[in-house]
């Protein structure tokens, strides 16, 4: 295991026994901070990485999602969407606040978030995300990447990309309308462009 500090955040990364490293992990701990610092995730905060292969998403795809074979990313995230700021591909929810109060996103998320506060130094754990290396690979070679099915590029953006999509999964972003989407499959993208 791999701890990756990039003030806030501390990434952590398991790269599974077998698993060929397609992107160095400093570079996918640069990638899961940039989403998180989209996302508005709570700060200071940790997130995993697990990179394994299809054998293990099958099982925690099965065992999780009701699901038979394996799938390309999960995500496990912890927290409530409250905890993060309101977005399309987020949850549809009521946003109140009293007249006159001020409220930075991330310490309001953070305090509701842990439900109490963290002794002195540690961080709030955000989630984890386990990422299928095998199918990354797989999805790239047939040309099936970019999680609509018909995008040709490298392994290594797939990879960038799943890694990119299980952060936000994470943070409480979803697609299940088209609207919610079209603004992660956007979010991803610009994400992904600035490397």
Known sequence: ?????????????????????????????????????????????????????DAE???????????????????????????????TGGPKRAVTVAAGARTSAGAAGAAGAAGFALPPGRRLHLGDIVVSVERAIDQAEAGRGGQTGDVRWSAADELRLLVTHGTLHVCGWDHADSADETAMRALEQRLLARG
């Open 57 to 87: 998403l099958a099982g925690l795809n099965a065992t999780h999602m009701g699901k038979h074979g394996p799938t390309d990313v999960l995500s496990f995230p912890l927290l409530p969407t409250d905890s993060f700021p309101t977005h």
């Open 1 to 53: 295991m791999a701890f990756i500090y990039l003030r806030p955040w501390r990434v952590d990364l398991t790269a599974r026994p077998g698993v060929p490293r397609l992107v160095a992990l400093a570079a996918l701990a640069r990638t899961i901070v940039s989403a998180l610092e989209a996302a508005g995730a709570p700060s200071p905060a940790s997130i995993g990485l697990i990179l394994a292969d």
